[in-house]
């Protein structure tokens, strides 16, 4: 098919005019994702830590693009088994969009970086083994939309949390309108988002929103050292059967009953001639620890 030569002409002005936008915001003089693999009885755990403490951990184009960065090196290099989400900033996890930068951009620039968020989110639902999210602080907006694409969360009591966007005159436009009425109920969604209320841990533990809500301690750390509590209890388990249970679980809640014992069956057929699997059994039978492979 021909592109007017016209619309040709606007569509690339589009792109290079977004792609100068992002060099312009990608030019920093230090990393704003702290990124590591612990070690010794934590090996397998895999951290992404915010760290933008001038701006509370806002989305800015350089932090997504770190992020999509970071999970791509989880997602090809094959270490991690499980993954936290975490802030290095205190008494905050991430306070949304950068919304001075999103106040330079034109409606098309607007466009494109909402586009690349959601997509971000997708990417972090997507990564292979289990992510959990570790919120000590508020997470308001895109910063929830981050937590709400991880499989657990778990919030301190004093942390908030919510879906605000309605009070710029915008939606959640990051998956927001979508994954919260899949955890929470539609009409709980509904109620946060229309009304774009701020809740606390204890609130959204009884909600449904989290996991676990803990007592915060000095540190201001202590969903991040619950996260690890979790994660211990993940790595283990055979690490190839974590793995096909979250596919099988995410695919799953998507579809019909019917289609989504299909998948399941599906995943378990994956793990049948696994070296994993026949060390489990052997390791039940001789009564001693497995030692998984991953293979």
Do not use: W
């Not at 014992?261 to 057929?269: G, H, K, P, R, V």
């Amino acid at each position: 098919m021909l592109i007017p030569l016209s619309l040709s002409n606007l569509l690339k002005s589009q792109t290079c005019s977004f792609s100068n936008f992002l060099k312009k915001y990608s030019q920093k003089s230090h990393p704003e994702i702290v990124f590591n693999y612990l070690q010794r009885h934590h090996e397998g755990i895999a951290v992404l830590g915010f760290k933008r403490p001038e701006q509370r951990n806002a989305l800015s184009t350089s932090l997504v693009n770190e992020l999509h960065h970071y999970i791509d090196k989880i997602k090809y290099e094959h270490i991690a088994r499980v993954v936290i989400l975490r802030s290095m900033v205190p008494k905050v996890f991430c306070a949304g969009a950068d919304l001075k930068e999103r106040a330079e951009m034109t409606p098309k620039q607007v466009a494109h970086f909402v586009t690349d968020l959601r997509s971000l989110m997708t990417k972090l639902q997507n990564i292979p083994v289990p992510v959990l999210a570790a919120i000590d602080g508020i997470a308001l907006g895109g910063g929830l939309e981050i937590a709400l694409a991880c499989d657990i969360r778990v919030a301190s009591v004093d942390s908030k949390m919510g879906l605000v966007e309605t009070k710029l005159a915008i939606i959640p436009g990051a998956g927001g309108t979508q994954r919260l009425p899949r955890i929470v109920s539609p009409s709980v969604a509904k109620e946060l988002i229309y009304t774009a209320k701020i809740i606390d841990g204890s609130t959204a533990f009884k909600l449904g929103l989290v996991n676990h809500v803990v007592e915060q301690d000095e540190n201001g750390e202590k969903a991040y050292h619950k996260c690890v509590d979790i994660a211990e209890d993940i790595l283990p388990n055979g690490p190839m059967a974590v793995q096909m249970a979250k596919q099988a679980i995410s695919k799953g809640i998507e579809v019909e009953l019917d289609t989504g014992l299909a998948i399941e069956e599906a995943c378990y057929a994956q793990i049948i001639p696994t070296k994993d699997r026949l060390e489990g059994l052997s390791a039940f039978k001789e009564k001693r620890k497995p030692e998984y492979k991953g293979m």
